[in-house]
T-cell receptor, first 115, second 110 residues
Framework: GAGVSQSPRYKVAKRGQDVALRCDPISGHVSLFWYQQALGQGPEFLTYFQNEAQLDKSGLPSDRFFAERPEGSVSTLKIQRTQQEDSAVYLC?????????????FGPGTRLLVL | QKEVEQDPGPLSVPEGAIVSLNCTYSNSAFQYFMWYRQYSRKGPELLMYTYSSGNKEDGRFTAQVDKSSKYISLFIRDSQPSDSATYLCAMSGGYQKVTFGTGTKLQVIP
């Protein structure tokens, strides 16, 4: 069956540009998570959606980061005025039940490089 | 100090060896303990999760949780070259936020 998909897989941006990263979760999954993974590190939690509601955004590093999931399925992570320190892999994960962090299915990630 | 500590390795073992991977943590609120495998340039793949203390076995993989020591382990029996990957431990308090370790890179040599 179809897993979590993310697009684009690779993105190169000039410093100061805005970028939008897309996540298509597994169909019917209620929970959706975004993570940031720096080179050689584990994923760091950014934000969590239950259906269309963003219930936790405590991990977003600054107000330049914004996420939405308007219809409770596809989600977009937007980064405004990108900085070099934003370079990382951005991972999306989904799970079938509310708040179910322990059974997340991850997408392949979007590798962002800010020059 | 990080909430979850994991030795980054790399760990290199011969094919067929038993592999032991470990994490320590400091947050007593953690109730769910997970192990993920991540191949290069791929997303993490859930191997196992355990609720509270105890052991869980799935094929060649065994997960152990010792909450009194705040210490979790993953054992891989009869390791194969295809097991070569980065192994991430992860933990949560039963709600949505999951905290990951840095990952241990494992290489199984044929």
């Amino acid at each position: 069956g179809a897993g979590v998909s993310q697009s684009p897989r690779y993105k190169v941006a000039k410093r100061g540009q805005d970028v939008a990263l897309r996540c298509d979760p597994i169909s019917g999954h209620v929970s959706l998570f975004w993570y940031q993974q720096a080179l050689g590190q584990g994923p760091e939690f950014l934000t969590y959606f239950q259906n269309e509601a963003q219930l936790d955004k405590s991990g977003l590093p600054s107000d330049r980061f914004f996420a939405e999931r308007p219809e409770g399925s596809v989600s977009t992570l937007k980064i405004q005025r990108t900085q070099q320190e934003d370079s990382a892999v951005y991972l999306c994960a989904s799970s079938p039940s509310p708040g179910q962090g322990e059974t997340q299915y991850f997408g392949p990630g979007t590798r962002l490089l800010v020059l | 100090q990080k909430e979850v500590e994991q030795d980054p390795g790399p760990l290199s073992v011969p094919e067929g060896a038993i592999v032991s991977l470990n994490c320590t943590y400091s947050n007593s609120a953690f109730q769910y303990f997970m192990w993920y495998r991540q191949y290069s340039r791929k997303g993490p793949e859930l191997l196992m999760y355990t609720y509270s203390s105890g052991n869980k076995e799935d094929g060649r993989f065994t997960a152990q949780v010792d909450k009194s020591s705040k210490y979790i382990s993953l054992f891989i029996r009869d390791s194969q070259p295809s097991d070569s990957a980065t192994y991430l431990c992860a933990m949560s308090g039963g709600y949505q936020k999951v905290t990951f370790g840095t990952g241990t890179k494992l290489q199984v040599i044929p």
